[in-house]
């Protein structure tokens, strides 16, 4: 579609809008009518007869029914300065348990991420501080970070057998999120209760790209380790499920760039679009002087 004229010229274009210039015509309709059913045919054909199928398919590669890959990414968060973690203590006595976990019980009410909940009753939980210590109750503080919730779980259960009989710690994080903007249905910024999450389920909750969107040039930022990455992923081949950057880590942003035909696809239909109204008004007097 290098210019208007090839636009217009263009055979699977000139094929579908007579084809369906045909099917309106057995509908009975009368000579004015037909023409209006047809130039509105046209526009519709016009402005969707552009969009590749292979451009917009996931995971394309072999065409075998059944295969089978081995999984050979995976990740598990640890804990970082400046996360909020929930720390949920148990033991024989609920009573000295209350002491270790009222900052659980304390919330805040600024935290909404999108569609997410969020909120008004979101758990505030266990700031880990910029020294990647938290401080509890009789303990004092304790260094946890790098370490993976069930290894910091642990190492606090092992100061709590002081404290209390037969001490249970779960370990949550609480602010496990991931933004996604761009070319999606409902960019947000999303908050991950199960701390792990791959690159196609967060486009899910998203609500899937647009049909602009770019599939094969997905963008994915990451902060790790003082440290900022740019990625790129293809998200139409089935060499993302081997990308390091198939399941996504804490705080990553993923964003979907717009195919290049959007932009030029706009400007030109709103360029059309004063041509589009004068045939259109055209064809409609002149049906009402015919029908007079």
């Given at each position: 579609?290098?210019?208007?004229?090839?636009?217009?010229?263009?055979?699977?274009?000139?094929?579908?809008?007579?084809?369906?210039?045909?099917?309106?015509?057995?509908?009975?309709?009368?000579?004015?009518?037909?023409?209006?059913?047809?130039?509105?045919?046209?526009?519709?054909?016009?402005?969707?007869?552009?969009v590749?199928?292979?451009?917009?398919?996931?995971?394309?590669?072999?065409?075998?029914?059944?295969?089978?890959?081995s999984?050979?990414?995976?990740?598990?968060?640890?804990?970082?300065?400046?996360?909020?973690?929930?720390?949920?203590?148990?033991?024989?006595?609920?009573?000295?348990?209350?002491?270790?976990?009222?900052?659980?019980?304390?919330?805040?009410?600024?935290?909404?991420?999108?569609?997410?909940?969020?909120?008004?009753?979101?758990?505030?939980?266990?700031?880990?501080?910029?020294?990647?210590?938290?401080?509890?109750?009789?303990?004092?503080?304790?260094?946890?970070?790098?370490?993976?919730?069930?290894a910091?779980a642990?190492?606090?259960?092992?100061?709590?057998?002081?404290?209390?009989?037969?001490?249970?710690?779960?370990?949550r994080?609480?602010?496990?999120?991931?933004?996604?903007?761009?070319?999606?249905?409902?960019?947000?910024?999303?908050?991950?209760?199960?701390?792990?999450?791959?690159?196609?389920?967060?486009?899910?909750l998203?609500?899937?790209?647009?049909?602009?969107?770019?599939?094969?040039?997905?963008?994915i930022?990451?902060?790790?380790?003082?440290?900022?990455?740019?990625?790129?992923?293809?998200?139409?081949?089935?060499?993302?499920?081997?990308?390091?950057y198939?399941?996504?880590?804490?705080?990553?942003?993923?964003?979907?760039?717009?195919?290049?035909?959007?932009?030029?696809?706009?400007?030109?239909?709103?360029?059309?679009?004063?041509?589009?109204?004068?045939?259109?008004?055209?064809?409609?007097?002149?049906?009402?002087?015919?029908?007079?």
């Open positions: 579609m290098t210019n208007l004229y090839d636009f217009f010229i263009s055979n699977r274009i000139h094929r579908m809008f007579f084809d369906r210039l045909y099917s309106v015509s057995r509908l009975g309709l009368t000579y004015p009518g037909i023409l209006v059913l047809g130039i509105l045919s046209l526009l519709s054909t016009t402005f969707t007869a552009c590749s199928p292979k451009s917009i398919v996931y995971f394309q590669g072999d065409t075998l029914r059944y295969s089978v890959d999984i050979r990414q995976s990740y598990t968060p640890t804990i970082q300065p400046n996360d909020l973690i929930s720390v949920v203590v148990g033991s024989l006595s609920s009573e000295s348990d209350a002491i270790f976990n009222i900052p659980n019980q304390f919330t805040t009410s600024v935290m909404r991420y999108g569609n997410t909940g969020g909120g008004a009753g979101q758990t505030l939980g266990y700031l880990v501080d910029s020294d990647g210590n938290i401080e509890m109750p009789l303990v004092g503080k304790l260094y946890i970070q790098d370490l993976r919730a069930q910091a642990d190492t606090i259960r092992q100061h709590l057998l002081a404290y209390l009989k037969e001490p249970t710690v779960t370990i994080l609480l602010n496990f999120k991931v933004s996604v903007l761009g070319e999606v249905n409902k960019p947000a910024v999303y908050v991950i209760p199960d701390e792990k999450i791959t690159l196609p389920e967060v486009l899910s998203a609500g899937d790209l647009t049909i602009y969107g770019r599939r094969d040039n997905i963008t930022i990451r902060e790790e380790n003082g440290r900022r990455e740019y990625a790129k992923v293809n998200l139409t081949s089935r060499e993302i499920f081997d990308s390091p198939y399941y996504l880590h804490k705080n990553d942003m993923v964003y979907i760039e717009p195919v290049e035909a959007r932009t030029t696809f706009t400007d030109r239909r709103l360029q059309l679009l004063p041509l589009f109204i004068s045939i259109i008004s055209t064809v409609g007097l002149i049906a009402i002087n015919i029908t007079r």
